[in-house]
């Protein structure tokens, strides 16, 4: 469920912001995100990877986040849009990210 509703904003035009609740640090909590990609992780953890906006909890500050889809629930798609991808995106995953699920 979780990955149908954040490809489902990946893919719109423009992309839309998320909402989810994350349990996967140290601080769980809301938080709000620009998506960018769905892929697997080193690891083999399907995972997010997005812009943080804002938090309901002290988990960081705004920037680059991985997010793994197992430890977020409550996905919604909001109706706040982005103009695409952050400086330092690379659709391809890298190293980092491979078997790309979705992406701005």
């Known amino acids: ?60 500050s705004p920037g680059w986040k991985e997010y793994l889809l197992a430890s977020i629930s409550k996905v919604t798609v909001l109706g706040e849009t982005f103009s695409g991808p952050r400086p330092g995106y690379n659709p391809t995953g890298r190293k980092k990210f491979h078997n790309v699920q979705c992406a701005i």
Do not use: K
Request: proline share 7%; with cysteine; aromatic share 10%.
């Open 1 to 60: 469920m979780s990955l149908s509703l954040i490809c489902q904003a990946i893919n719109s035009n423009p992309p839309h912001l998320i909402q989810f609740y994350y349990t996967g640090d140290a601080v769980p909590g809301y938080r709000m995100v620009e998506p960018h990609m769905v892929a697997y992780n080193e690891a083999e953890h399907l995972s997010l990877s997005g812009w943080l906006t804002t938090s309901a909890t002290a988990s960081g």
